[in-house]
């Protein structure tokens, strides 16, 4: 499964259509295999997010706010969007690995390790 987090920071990116970094993903089985991409956007645009997310072929999206416009394209696409995140993209992808993120989680330090 190929995975894209959406970057300001550390953090997943409070809006979709405003992320100038993403980070990408491979995993297997829960394990990240290879090394994960980061890739900075030449623009803030869901629109480019949306094609760069299609070509990349990107199984899962984790972010923060997104447009439904957006979110309903994607999953036209088959892509699954995990929507409203707030904390650290690597927390973020710990749970997803292990298949725990949920929309709307707000990840805190400790909390995190109680959810896996």
């Known amino acids: 499964m190929k ?3 959406t970057l300001r920071d550390n953090d997943i990116a409070p809006r979709f259509d405003l992320t100038s970094e993403v980070l990408i993903v ?5 394990n990240v295999v290879g090394n994960p991409r ?4 030449p623009g803030p645009s869901g629109d480019e997010l949306c094609s760069l997310i299609i070509k990349e072929e990107i199984s899962l999206v984790v972010c923060g706010g997104i ?7 994607l999953g036209w696409k088959k892509i699954t969007v995990v929507d409203r ?3 650290l ?3 973020a992808l710990r749970l997803v690995l292990a298949g ?3 929309t709307g989680a707000v990840l805190r ?3 995190v390790d109680d959810m896996l």
Do not use: M, P, T
């Not at 980061?38 to 956007?41: F, S």
């Open 109 to 111: 330090g400790s909390q």
């Open 67 to 73: 447009e439904e416009a957006h979110f309903q394209y």
């Open 85 to 87: 995140v707030i904390g």
């Open 26 to 30: 491979d995993s297997d089985h829960g």
């Open 38 to 41: 980061n890739i900075l956007l």
């Open 3 to 5: 995975i894209l987090l």
């Open 89 to 91: 993209a690597a927390d």
């Open 100 to 102: 725990r993120l949920k």
